[in-house]
């Protein structure tokens, strides 16, 4: 998540994807490894909620505060909290939030909630579908891998599409390599035109990156991505803190 914050000044990181195996038979006959793109689908299978709907919650506002007091002291803990929390929780992108935030740089926030309806969205192997609120469904379609996609040069993923004519904004899914293993997480795009997904700043996406937490998680992941997220953006923060006194 460091990179959702980042992004508004620089972004970068990158993750390792392991690739899988198994044995059949007495002799044990390896199988050929998934491709990095069809174990990020395995590796993320699962219903998921939007993250930030979850971890903003007032429930977990304890946590924020001792994260950040751990990373940069008592004093600056709250004002590190709402600033992390802000970064995320932005309600506009696209055009508008280009246009807003082109005449004032300093209130750029990105929108990671889900968009165009879907409120729970599920990876089931090749099928991702979704469901809006009140649990009717959104969209589902079967997606196949197409190519590795970079979000400005500076967020890796892999971009899947499906065949379905009537997809709309859910014809490609841009998948980025977190998951709820790695980084207790997911982040991804998805919409009608892949040129417009690969930047992050303009065009009818900018300034949104969708991130989901799974529906099942437990208290310890919720913690664990809570101090992830505090840890990666602040603990340079902390350090300048410590040099300085």
């Known amino acids: 998540m460091k990179r959702i914050v980042t992004l508004l000044c620089t972004f970068a990181m990158a993750l ?17 490894p998934l491709s990095p793109a069809d174990q990020l689908l395995v590796d993320v299978s699962g219903t998921y909620d939007e993250l930030f709907t979850v971890i903003c919650d007032p429930q977990y506002d304890q ?13 600056m803990a709250a004002d590190a909290a709402d600033m992390l929390k802000s970064a995320c929780t932005g309600t506009i992108y696209g055009d508008e939030a280009a246009a ?7 209130a750029a926030q ?5 968009i165009n309806g879907p409120a729970q969205i599920t990876f089931d192997g090749n099928t991702i579908s979704g469901v809006d609120a009140n649990g009717n469904e959104v969209f589902s379609h079967e997606y196949a891998y197409v190519q590795d996609l970079s979000l ?29 293993g ?17 930047h992050y700043a303009e065009g009818p996406y900018a300034y949104w990156l969708a991130a989901g937490i799974l529906t ?9 991505v809570i101090g992830l997220f505090c840890e990666e953006n602040l603990a340079d923060q902390g350090e300048q803190e410590a040099q300085a006194a």
Do not use: N
Not at 18 to 28: F, L, N, R, T, Y
């Open 16 to 32: 390792t994807l392991g690739a899988c195996s198994s044995g059949a038979g007495e002799e044990a006959v390896q199988e050929e």
């Open 100 to 106: 807003a935030y082109a005449d004032d740089p300093e």
């Open 216 to 224: 099942d998680a437990d208290d310890q992941m919720i913690e664990d």
């Open 182 to 198: 790695s980084t207790y997480h997911i982040e991804f795009r998805y919409g009608s035109d892949i040129d417009a997904l690969t």
């Open 110 to 114: 990105f929108d990671c909630y889900f």
């Open 152 to 180: 400005d040069g500076m967020m890796d993923g892999y971009l899947y599409a499906t065949e379905d004519a009537d997809a709309g904004e859910f014809k490609y899914f841009f998948m980025m390599p977190d998951t709820p």
């Open 63 to 75: 946590l924020w505060l001792e994260d950040c007091e751990a990373l940069v002291g008592p004093d």
